[in-house]
């Protein structure tokens, strides 16, 4: 094939190259992510990559290696920025792990003295699933037998009582992290 030469035979050539390219592009990309959002937006970029350097390729056979590299090449990037952005997010972590290590037996206690509050204003029925479930540690079924209600009854109080929690906590800073580690323990 020979250089392009006018933008009708660009896009036709561009087109038939997309259409005998794009299954073996989507499968290799996949095989590294199973994040399609990122399959298809790297796929994009790789083929906008193509048309920027198709007046370049001689022959069509050739744009299937380069394709190939610059997906191998755009892959590299997202790792590594990938790679950059948890290190980051590790060393905040570390940080405000520090300072909980250093929050004062004053504080936690008042933090835990305030979700028992929460818990105690809770409607007696999902107090008494929280509770069985949180201290306890009955699995669903074994509070189903217990309070001769279905297993999806006691899905449907722990759900609630969750959320009443998160609405109640929400408003104290001092419970965000008692937040977060009930939502975490569900």
């Known amino acids: ?36 959002h990122l399959v298809q937006d790297l796929m994009q970029q790789c083929y906008l990559r193509v048309w920027e350097r198709l007046d370049s390729i001689s022959e069509l056979d050739k744009a299937l290696p ?5 997906a191998r090449n755009l892959l590299i990037d997202v790792i590594r920025k990938r790679m950059k952005h ?15 290590l250093t929050t004062t037996q004053e504080n936690s206690i008042s933090s835990l003295q305030a979700l028992d509050v929460a818990i105690d204003h809770l409607p007696e029925s999902c107090r008494t699933v929280y509770m069985m479930h949180r201290e306890q540690g009955l699995s669903y079924k074994e509070i189903s037998l217990r309070l001769s209600i279905s ?13 009443l929690l998160t609405q109640q906590l929400v408003t104290n800073p001092e419970l965000l992290l008692v937040l977060v ?4 323990l569900l």
């Open 1 to 36: 094939m020979t250089m392009v030469v006018n933008m009708q035979d660009r896009e036709a050539i561009f087109g038939r190259f997309y259409h005998a390219s794009r299954d073996h592009l989507y499968r290799y990309l996949s095989h590294y992510s199973k994040d399609q």
């Open 86 to 100: 948890d290190m980051v997010w590790l060393e905040n972590m570390q940080e405000e792990a520090n300072a909980l």
């Open 66 to 70: 380069l394709l190939k590299t610059i």
């Open 181 to 184: 580690a009930v939502k975490r």
């Open 151 to 163: 297993v999806s009854m006691v899905e449907k109080h722990m759900s609630k009582a969750i959320r």
